[in-house]
């Protein structure tokens, strides 16, 4: 009537169905890793497709501080010398954060980001090694940008110095001021033609035609230089895809 129960055919019987529901498990898993990294792979060819396409109001909820007007972009390229690019203009890749970032705003919103931005260094266009920093971002449409994620090191201070000159004609005007200024006060007397100086005023004048002469050179120069090496201000080239 009752049938006797062999313990090792039980073992056997209980392993067997472990392993099913182990296997099944891990079937499972897999998909899910394959649906994800399928998923990864087609938001960074998203990136690097350059549909114009904008985000829409489904992206409302977006941090507003993260969100950047054409404007303060383009103040802030020109005034740093880096370019605001489409995505797919970049040479490099995309860091994982940046993709998980991505998936996670698009899980949020239902929908996908179609069109990507970044701000890098005009050599983030150039070369894959180099590690300047760059920022990704999302168009929302109307001139908005969402950022989405830096990578990078950080800009040194003394960049903000060395770009100043270079960001149009009246900042190069000023620096050729300052530097023709700065010369005359440290060029040495004796260096000044052979003059009686009879009075502090003769020389004052003559140092002030002298910061004339420097500043006239240097900034005369350094248009003829930028003429020859094709090199124009960042306010002309922030958003240029030309290497300039």
Not at 27 to 56: H, Y
Not at 62 to 78: D, F, G, M, P, Q
Not at 134 to 160: E, T
Not at 161 to 170: D, G, I, R, Y
Request: hydrophobic share 45%; net charge neutral; charged share 25%.
């Amino acid at each position: 009537m009752w049938k006797s129960i062999d313990v090792v055919e039980e073992l056997n019987k209980e392993k067997y169905n472990t392993q099913k529901k182990q296997d099944a498990l891990l079937v499972e898993v897999e998909d899910i890793l394959q649906t994800d990294a399928s998923k990864e792979n087609e938001i960074k060819n998203r990136i690097f497709a350059g549909n114009a396409t904008p985000v829409n109001d489904a992206f409302s909820f977006l941090e507003k501080e993260n969100i950047y007007s054409v404007e303060v972009i383009r103040k802030t390229c020109a005034k740093y010398r880096l370019r605001f690019l489409d995505a797919e203009l970049f040479k490099g890749e995309i860091p994982e954060e940046a993709i998980f970032k991505i998936k996670e705003i698009e899980k949020r919103a239902g929908t996908k980001i179609e069109s990507f931005k970044i701000i890098a260094p005009a050599v983030r266009f150039k070369l894959k090694d180099s590690t300047k920093d760059p920022v990704l971002l999302a168009d929302l449409g109307n001139g908005k940008y969402y950022k989405i994620h830096k990578w990078g090191n950080d800009m040194s201070a003394i960049s903000r110095v060395l770009s100043f000159p270079l960001q149009n004609a009246t900042h190069l005007g000023i620096t050729a001021v300052i530097f023709g200024i700065l010369t005359s006060i440290l060029l040495p007397d004796s260096f000044l033609p052979a003059t009686s100086w009879d009075s502090v005023f003769k020389l004052g004048l003559t140092k002030i035609y002298l910061s004339f002469i420097f500043a006239s050179f240097f900034f005369v120069g350094s248009l003829i230089l930028g003429i020859l090496t094709s090199k124009e201000f960042s306010e002309d080239v922030w958003n240029s895809k030309f290497f300039n």
